[in-house]
């Protein structure tokens, strides 16, 4: 979330400019969920994301694009499903992981990029 003066509000954030200035003001991991509408299994995967950033509280940056809103990035990332999660450092795409997994999954991959 963003605030009056655009600054990045707490942890986690939503849409394509939270992304784009957390690429450019944070040194830190940031998980992108992308998720659609009625999607059941990024419900399903919400609370998962949720706890591992709040394990790692100011080490990680989770931003939400919903991909029925903002398509153009995620046909720029190839993002074909959702749920999707990119894992990116900076501009660098880290990992990528389509579709509903094990938390271990996620958990390990935020291990890599601290």
Same mark, same amino acid.
């Not at 706890?51 to 919903?66: M, N, P, R």
């Given at each position: 979330?963003?605030? +009056?003066?655009?600054k990045i509000?707490g942890a986690q +954030?939503q849409g394509?400019?939270?992304l784009?200035?957390?690429q450019?003001?944070?040194?830190n991991?940031i998980?992108v969920?992308f998720?659609?509408?009625?999607?059941?299994?990024?419900?399903?995967?919400? @609370?998962?994301?949720?706890q591992?950033v709040a394990?790692?509280i100011? *080490?990680?940056?989770?931003?939400t694009?919903?991909?029925?809103?903002?398509p153009?990035?995620?046909?720029e990332l190839?993002v074909?499903s959702?749920p999707?999660?990119?894992?990116? *450092?900076?501009q660098a795409?880290l990992?990528?992981?389509?579709?509903? *997994? @094990?938390?271990?999954?996620? +958990?390990e991959?935020?291990? *890599?990029?601290?």
């Amino acid at each position: 979330m963003l605030d +009056s003066t655009n600054k990045i509000l707490g942890a986690q +954030s939503q849409g394509t400019k939270a992304l784009q200035q957390l690429q450019q003001e944070s040194e830190n991991p940031i998980l992108v969920k992308f998720v659609a509408p009625h999607c059941s299994a990024c419900q399903t995967l919400k @609370p998962v994301l949720d706890q591992l950033v709040a394990d790692h509280i100011g *080490k990680i940056h989770l931003v939400t694009i919903d991909i029925t809103e903002e398509p153009d990035l995620a046909i720029e990332l190839d993002v074909r499903s959702a749920p999707t999660v990119v894992l990116f *450092k900076g501009q660098a795409i880290l990992e990528r992981i389509a579709g509903l *997994k @094990p938390k271990k999954l996620y +958990s390990e991959a935020i291990q *890599k990029a601290l």
